[in-house]
């Protein structure tokens, strides 16, 4: 009887929205591969990774990355899995309210619930940070978020990602990591007037990315093996090593893939057409 009722409870616990059913081991990986850390600090604090605050600079003003620590008054301490899943991959906040592209929901839309679950319980054990987040500081239109909406409706597709059955699964895998969690074309893509990715120039660089650095492109012609060699440590086939922000990227991010994503990405960019 006390075993039943046990399992009971167990099963009504998890039935509660918000109860965490994800793998947060997993999802700490799942944060890797989104190089979240590398947005996500609080500047001139240590110990504070994920406490965010730190300012990007874009042609339409300046954003503020938010805090994804479970803090409940300035993190996202109050959120449910369903609050989460429809903030990455809708660009909704649970408020209702629409998130700027600047947060790359437009990439998260292609992952897969189950890394998204996992990601959130990972966050949820994170210690929590008070940082509240400045508003951000955008010039005129682009501070109307309710013009948001339209922005969707004309450049926001929200479909998840599809396994392209010609190709291999390694270069499945490399695709879903490059263009969802990864998010690599969020910056390494022109952008529009209006602040969506050029589409017919994906990977092909961005003169003016965030902190107006000059993002180069992501396909120059280079075999498997460079590819492997550029993102584990970030050095090129002559012999130079990558900085700035690419810098960042290969310790937070392509460092720390596995073997077997580091070389799925590898092919993927490599047979890219």
């Not at 499945?172 to 022109?190: D, K, Q």
């Amino acid at each position: 009887m006390t075993r039943f009722c046990l399992l009971f409870l167990t099963i009504c616990l998890y039935s509660l929205p918000g109860f965490a059913t994800g793998d947060a081991v997993k999802g700490e990986y799942v944060l890797q591969m989104g190089g979240c850390i590398s947005c996500h600090q609080t500047p001139k604090r240590n110990h504070a990774e994920l406490g965010g605050g730190h300012a990007i600079k874009t042609p339409f003003g300046t954003f503020y990355v938010p805090n994804i620590t479970p803090d409940p008054d300035t993190g996202i301490g109050g959120w449910t899995d369903e609050d989460f899943i429809q903030a990455m991959t809708k660009g909704i906040s649970p408020e209702g309210s629409h998130y700027f592209p600047a947060f790359p929901y437009t990439s998260y839309a292609k992952m897969s619930q189950a890394d998204l679950i996992d990601l959130k319980a990972y966050l949820d054990t994170v210690a929590p940070i008070k940082n509240a987040v400045p508003n951000h500081d955008l010039s005129f239109p682009f501070n109307m978020r309710f013009l948001m909406f339209a922005w969707k409706m004309m450049f926001f597709d929200d479909a998840p990602f599809k396994i392209n059955p010609d190709k291999s699964d390694q270069w499945n895998r490399g695709a879903y990591i490059v263009n969802g969690p990864s998010h690599c074309g969020e910056c390494h893509t022109p952008r529009n007037i209006f602040g969506a990715l050029n589409a017919d120039m994906k990977f092909k660089g961005n003169p003016v990315g965030p902190d107006n650095e000059k993002i180069p492109s992501m396909l120059p012609q280079w075999e498997k093996a460079d590819f492997l060699t550029v993102l584990r440590m970030g050095m090129t086939p002559d012999g130079d090593f990558l900085g700035g922000s690419m810098g960042h990227v290969i310790k937070r991010t392509t460092s720390k893939l596995t073997k077997e994503d580091l070389h799925a990405v590898a092919t993927y960019l490599s047979e890219y057409e």
